[in-house]
């Protein structure tokens, strides 16, 4: 039997997507396999396409950082799964797939009445948003936060948790999407058109306790100039690395050493990377607790991630020009089946 696949044949542009026909894989002893009903679509497929990601495999594979599925064959070591549970799973590469077979350690169940696509936008989004305020940041009620790229996928999640925090949030954002940053409860700003240090030193005077930057490069500097005494820069991106026509790279090193100087300016001030890959693999049971909270914050309903589009597997190379554009409010999700 085969199924369906989008696959990276090599590093590029869209054109290197391809949908593809392969043959069903047979879960190993201490594997499941998944039959896969949503994969998310975001920012780091683009840098994972491009090649400008650590530690995923040489091309071609398939890309797809987070599913939704059911179990569909258990291995036969496996006892803590049954058949047809729902389930979601941080994948890095992969989800873009009908099929996938995983360890059944990284599933983790979904309960019964959330709903599949909005679960599966907790997996790298908001357990990221989560983990950069509590675990990182450590934010406390009150606190003042800066996000750039506000209205994006990780951008909506810091809102709507940070709300939850009680904290005072500003966001980075192009013109056409204040009104979302409104709506969750933040103060936008166009980048645009506005010098963003100017803008928060006159809406705030004293700056920020924490700004998020995913943007990387000389950003770094600026963003950290939003911050007062004893503030935190979490860096968690390089987006900037990609407009350089050359030595991206390069670029994505400097971000690197820039952060590392900023760590020893004696200011009291902070500058901390934030990886969610690397997060999971030092504290496994952090990503397992957070994800389980978020889930659960789902299925109470105190959540509720914003989906921009649902569009089907074959439709991967307009989800990728939507993110490619910045056109994407919110989350983006492939149904796979
Ligand atoms: N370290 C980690 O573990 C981790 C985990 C998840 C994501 N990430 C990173 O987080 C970043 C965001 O991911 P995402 O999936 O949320 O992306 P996304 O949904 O594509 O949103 C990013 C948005 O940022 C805005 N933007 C672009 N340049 C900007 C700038 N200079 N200043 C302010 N906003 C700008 C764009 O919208 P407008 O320009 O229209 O406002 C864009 O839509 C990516 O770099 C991704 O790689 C890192």
Redesign the pocket.
């Known amino acids: 039997m085969t199924y369906k696949q989008v696959i990276i044949t090599r590093h590029g542009g869209r054109e290197v997507l391809q949908l593809i026909d392969a043959e069903l894989p047979e879960p190993k002893p201490d594997e499941v396999r998944v039959k896969v009903i949503a994969t998310?679509v975001?920012?780091?497929?683009?840098?994972i396409r491009e090649g400008l990601?650590p530690g995923v495999p040489k091309p071609p594979f398939s890309p797809g950082?987070e599913i939704v599925g059911v179990v569909d064959k258990i291995g036969s070591q496996v006892s803590n799964l049954k058949l047809q549970q729902r389930v979601v799973a941080l994948t890095i590469v992969g989800g873009y797939s009908q099929y996938l077979c995983l360890p059944a350690t990284e599933l983790i169940p979904i309960p019964e009445t959330v709903d599949a696509e909005e679960a599966v936008c907790l997996v790298?989004?908001y357990?990221?948003a989560y983990?950069?305020l509590h675990r990182i940041a450590r934010v406390k009620p009150g606190e003042r936060i800066l996000i750039?790229?506000?209205?994006?996928?990780?951008?909506?999640?810091l809102l709507e948790l940070g709300k939850r925090a009680d904290l005072e949030m500003y966001g980075?954002?192009?013109q056409?999407?204040h009104e979302l940053i409104y709506g969750l409860g933040g103060i936008p700003i166009d980048?645009?058109r506005e010098d963003?240090v100017q803008k928060i030193r006159t809406l705030t005077h004293d700056g920020v306790d924490v700004v998020f930057d995913?943007?990387?490069s000389n950003?770094l500097i600026q963003s950290y100039k939003t911050l007062s005494r004893g503030g935190r820069l979490i860096?968690?991106?390089?987006?900037?690395a990609l407009k350089q026509k050359y030595a991206r790279i390069l670029g994505i090193a400097y971000s690197f050493l820039l952060l590392s100087l900023l760590k020893l300016l004696p200011d009291g001030r902070k500058a901390e990377?934030?990886?969610?890959?690397?997060?999971k693999q030092s504290h496994p049971q952090w990503f397992r607790e957070d994800l389980t909270k978020l889930l659960e914050m789902l299925a109470r309903q105190e959540i509720k991630p914003i989906i921009s589009d649902r569009l089907p597997l074959s439709e991967a190379v307009y989800a990728h020009e939507l993110?490619d554009t910045?056109?994407?409010?919110?989350?983006?999700v492939l149904m796979c089946n």
């Open positions: 998310g975001a920012f780091t497929d683009i840098l990601y950082y790298l989004q357990v990221t983990q950069m750039h790229g506000a209205a994006g996928g990780v951008g909506t999640a980075t954002a192009s056409g999407k980048y645009k963003f995913a943007i990387g950003h860096s968690y991106g390089f987006s900037s990377f934030y990886s969610i890959a690397s997060l993110i910045s056109a994407i409010k919110g989350q983006l």
